[in-house]
């Protein structure tokens, strides 16, 4: 059963000394057997941050009864917190030694990558190969579960293990395509036709929430019409530098503006949150929703018309990567435990739980998925993976940058600022936060 972490709890985590232990009490990484073999009496503690009825929460549900059978004698505790709470705290939580003994976190040079430079990840590579996770992640997937001496993604150290994934897709209202003549576009200038065919009759097509990160997946998709894979890796992986006015950033921004001053996006929206843009989709209000694969779920759910997705039109290339990865804390006390716990979330059994729940599986096998529009949004994502097609996301490469794309958008929907102006106030952070990142 989850519990919330409550405020207390947190308050006292805290208020730990912000220093890192020397060395860990509990088992190294590597350490399976012994740890194994004298569970009894043990408990094993798992921090996350999926509802229960989400695919993620229903098949880490499957993952802990495998894993009490396997280990009768252990205890499981699960701890709920939001992401928000890990995101903000994990840095001063993981330096006590009240920590989990694994947890759900993000991936990303700023995140992942930032806690395991700072000696708070126990690495995992020994592990990986030992068990063939590194097998079973490849390609793109596996670029989020490595990071370098300077918290680099890409290389180096395994910190982190994935075993579903994500990607950004085209939601679209087919009844309101139907009802207004609009077909589905497989071109960009088709896709900016159906835009203007909706605003024509009244209808504003697209809500892409200004306050948090919808705003900025769609710019980075659009960059992405213009990129190919050595710009994608300059942009996050820093192999050369990125021209910040160059055509793809420079086209992505006066898309946005363009749109906006058309009425294909409300300037409102620069005042608006994801949830904001996802009801009024799941409400039939907008016809567009470009976003994540995490709404898929909810829009079984919720959605009372008949719904669809398609890639975005005009690119080989989708926001997306591997989910959130697993990590053990370098304080924590069952490692082997822990190990034996992400060696079972990627065993066939969790991974089709996954797939069938529309949890896009990493190692999953889509032919045991039976609902056809869920089969088709695995089978997709599947692609991507196998196409090397998965960008990553806009706000990865540099810490903090998440809130500056956010800021720098608002400013384009309210007219505010001009395109060279936003793309000179986002190249002084990036490339600040690349000279901390790397030079330290």
Request: hydrophobic share 35%; with cysteine; glycine share 10%.
């Amino acid at each position: 059963m989850k519990r919330k972490i409550t405020a207390g709890a947190m308050v006292a985590a805290l208020a730990l000394p912000l220093t890192l232990a020397a060395c860990s009490g509990g088992d190294s990484g590597g350490g399976s057997d012994d740890a194994t073999a004298n569970a009894d009496g043990k408990t094993l503690t798992i921090w996350d941050y999926e509802s229960d009825d989400s695919a993620m929460g229903q098949a880490w549900a499957k993952a802990i009864e495998i894993f009490k059978q396997k280990h009768p004698g252990v205890t499981v505790k699960t701890e709920s917190q939001t992401f928000e709470q890990i995101q903000k705290n994990a840095k001063i939580i993981l330096t006590g030694d009240d920590v989990p003994d694994v947890m759900e976190y993000n991936k990303g040079n700023a995140t992942a990558g930032q806690l395991a430079s700072q000696g708070l990840l126990t690495p995992l590579t020994d592990v990986a190969k030992d068990r063939g996770w590194d097998k079973k992640v490849t390609g793109s997937i596996a670029t989020t579960a490595q990071y370098d001496e300077n918290g680099l993604m890409g290389s180096g150290d395994w910190y982190g293990i994935p075993n579903y994934g994500e990607y950004v897709t085209v939601y679209y209202n087919a009844a309101m395509f139907k009802k207004y003549g609009v077909a589905v576009p497989t071109t960009l200038d088709e896709f900016t036709a159906a835009l203007a065919k909706f605003k024509a009759a009244g209808v504003t097509p697209l809500n892409p929430a200004g306050a948090e990160y919808p705003l900025g997946q769609l710019w980075y998709q659009l960059a992405l019409t213009k990129a190919d894979r050595s710009w994608i890796d300059d942009y996050q992986l820093f192999k050369n530098d990125v021209d910040w006015h160059g055509e793809q950033l420079t086209s992505a921004t006066d898309t946005i503006s363009d749109w906006t001053k058309k009425g294909y996006i409300p300037k409102n929206s620069a005042g608006l949150t994801a949830e904001d843009m996802g009801t009024s989709f799941i409400s039939g209000k907008y016809p567009i929703m470009v976003s994540g694969s995490w709404w898929f779920g909810r829009l079984v759910n919720e959605a009372k018309f008949d719904w669809g997705q398609f890639q975005f039109p005009g690119s080989n290339f989708a926001l997306g990567s591997s989910g959130n990865l697993w990590v053990v804390p370098q304080n924590a006390k069952n490692k082997g435990l822990a190990e034996d716990f992400i060696d079972i979330t990627l065993s066939d059994e969790v991974q089709n739980i996954l797939g069938q729940k529309g949890g896009l599986p990493i190692a999953g096998d889509a032919s045991t998925i039976t609902d056809a529009k869920t089969k088709t949004f695995t089978e997709q994502f599947q692609k991507l993976v196998s196409d090397d097609s998965l960008a990553f996301y806009p706000d990865w490469p540099v810490a903090g940058f998440y809130d500056q794309i956010v800021s720098a958008l608002q400013s384009v929907v309210n007219g505010s600022k001009s395109t060279d102006d936003v793309l000179s106030q986002l190249q002084k952070q990036y490339e600040s936060g690349k000279d901390d990142l790397l030079n330290g």
